[in-house]
């Protein structure tokens, strides 16, 4: 069931992250509320996506603990963690759709995996899933025959074919027309409020953390730790940290 709403769903407690003994990230510690679009920033190499593996059961932490509803992830044992990774629904850079696969059958795939619904009611449900972010009647298409654009909209369909209550995106506006990106940000407003369902972001896109973030932490690649945490329109308006202000603004001079 859903937590209330600001509730804790989400919570990294002195989270070290990297790859064979080398850390990428230190001392991380933050909460995500129910129903915040959480946005994790920085610039290039800082450690976003390998935070957003750690967050979704791909890559374990070296120390500290990640909480789901007060669930210590990566000390649980895997019906609990199969439990929780339930609740996911994740967006892949590109949207990782299998190429040999339509759309229709991509976004089958976890419903014939995870589900009890017949085959009838999984081509009801795909159809409804790709109306849900503009693609109905696009089922038969391979992802080799939409835009960029179309497959990001399409692994969404499939991130939420189990009506997840926790959506991760890595980098989503990424390869999009400014177009295209604003309305993908538009629809994670949607299907948030459609879901009721809690967001994290992983994105180093400004545009888009202005548009959709209600929270936030900023990482930074040099000193391998979060300098900043909250709503990313009070952290432009209040920050003293040069590293955070040159990040929102781009390097340019805030407006008085």
């Known amino acids: 069931m859903n937590p209330e709403p600001g509730k804790t769903v989400l919570e990294a407690r002195g989270l070290e992250i990297g790859y064979e003994g080398y850390p990428v990230m230190r001392g991380l510690d933050f909460s995500v509320k129910k129903g ?4 994790v920033m920085g610039g290039s190499g800082c450690g976003k996506s390998t935070l957003l593996k750690a967050c979704t059961g791909l890559l374990e932490p070296a120390a500290g603990e990640i909480l ?7 000390k649980a044992g895997d019906a609990v963690q199969n439990r929780i990774m339930r609740r996911f629904g994740v967006l892949f850079q590109g949207g990782a759709l299998w190429s040999s696969l339509t759309l229709g059958e991509n976004i089958a795939l976890p419903l014939q995996l ?8 999984i081509r009801e449900m795909v159809e409804l899933k790709l109306s849900m972010v503009g693609l109905s009647g696009y089922a038969d298409f ?3 025959e939409i835009s960029g654009g179309m497959r990001k909209r399409a692994g969404l369909a499939r991130a939420i074919a189990l009506d997840p209550e926790i959506i991760f995106f890595d980098e989503p506006s990424a390869g999009l027309d400014p177009v295209s990106a604003r309305m ?4 994670i407003l949607q299907l948030r409020d459609m879901f009721d369902a809690t967001v ?9 953390i202005m548009a959709v973030g209600s929270n936030s932490i ?39």
């Not at 915040?36 to 946005?39: G, S, T």
């Not at 994290?200 to 888009?208: G, K, N, Q, R, Y």
């Not at 979060?226 to 990040?247: C, H, Q, Y």
């Open 36 to 39: 915040d679009i959480f946005i």
């Open 114 to 121: 995870y589900s009890k619904l017949t085959a009838l009611e």
């Open 142 to 144: 391979y992802p080799s």
């Open 200 to 208: 994290v972001v992983v994105t180093h896109e400004l545009a888009s």
């Open 68 to 74: 789901y509803g007060g669930d210590n992830f990566w």
């Open 184 to 187: 993908l940000d538009d629809l």
């Open 218 to 256: 900023f990482l930074d690649a040099e000193s391998k730790t979060m300098i900043a945490a909250g709503p990313p329109r009070e952290l432009l308006a209040g920050s003293k940290d040069a590293r955070v202000i040159n990040f929102l603004t781009r390097g340019k001079k805030k407006e008085p």
